[in-house]
């Protein structure tokens, strides 16, 4: 079974450009997860979606970040304009809405490098 | 927000050494889960628990849901070179299904 797919695995951009990541989660999973992990800290959520509709935004930027998960399957995380500050590993991860269970599976993460 | 204090920040050990490392926080969490992070790939999960006083293994890992819910504890037995990475506690609180990370602890393993 494919696990969380993303792309691209690294970006380098100037400040005040535009970015976009994109993220593929694991079949059949309805919860999608967009992470932000700064340098030795652990993941921090920025939103959560179930199937298409944003749950849980409240970490999210959004004078600066947006996002989107249209069908309910693939996402977005856009950012514009770019900051210095933004350079993180954003990390996608998925899950399966099903009783108590929360494990998320992760993908391999876009490192952003802003300069 | 929701804090995790995970500890000790990083480790140096000898193979073969056993490895402990813990979470605590000052809200009741639902769930814990355990994951390995290597360089540049994503977090691993390792192993999930969902009763207090829950004590789950995966081969050499074990993990403790504490009774209180507010802590969470992760031994490794035997260490070996590919031990080495970055473990991360991760709980949920009710209400909330997102999870919250600790800051991670870093394990170094020498042959």
């Known amino acids: 079974e494919a696990g969380v797919v993303q792309s691209p695995r690294y970006k380098i951009i100037e400040k005040k450009q535009p970015v976009a990541f994109w993220c593929n989660p694991i079949?059949?999973?309805?919860?999608l997860y967009w992470y932000r992990q700064n340098l030795g800290q652990g993941p921090e959520l920025l939103i959560r979606?179930?199937?298409?509709?944003?749950?849980?935004d409240s970490q999210l930027p959004k004078d600066r970040f947006s996002a989107e998960r249209l069908k309910g399957v693939d996402s977005t995380l856009k950012i514009q304009p770019a900051e210095l500050g933004d350079s993180a590993v954003y990390l996608c991860?998925?899950?399966?809405?099903?009783?108590?269970?929360?494990?998320?599976?992760f993908g391999q993460g876009t490192r952003l490098t802003v300069v | 927000g929701q804090q995790l204090n995970q500890s000790p920040q990083s480790m140096f050990i000898q193979e073969g050494e056993d490895v402990s490392m813990n979470c605590t926080s000052s809200?009741?969490?639902?769930?814990w889960l355990w994951y390995k992070q290597d360089p540049g790939e994503g977090p691993v999960l390792l192993i999930a628990?969902?009763?207090?006083?829950e004590l789950t293994s995966n081969g050499r890992l074990t993990a403790q849901f504490g009774i209180t819910r507010k802590d969470s504890f992760l031994n490794i037995s035997a260490s070996i070179p590919s031990d080495v990475g970055i473990y991360f506690c991760?709980?949920?609180?009710?209400?909330?299904?997102?999870?919250?990370f600790g800051s991670g602890t870093r394990l170094q393993v020498q042959p």
């Open positions: 991760a709980g949920q609180v009710t209400g909330r299904r997102a999870l919250t």
């Open positions: 979606y179930e199937n298409e509709e944003a749950v849980d």
């Open positions: 991860a998925s899950s399966l809405r099903q009783g108590l269970n929360t494990e998320a599976f």
């Open positions: 079949s059949g999973h309805n919860t």
């Open positions: 628990l969902y009763k207090a006083g």
């Open positions: 809200s009741i969490f639902n769930t």
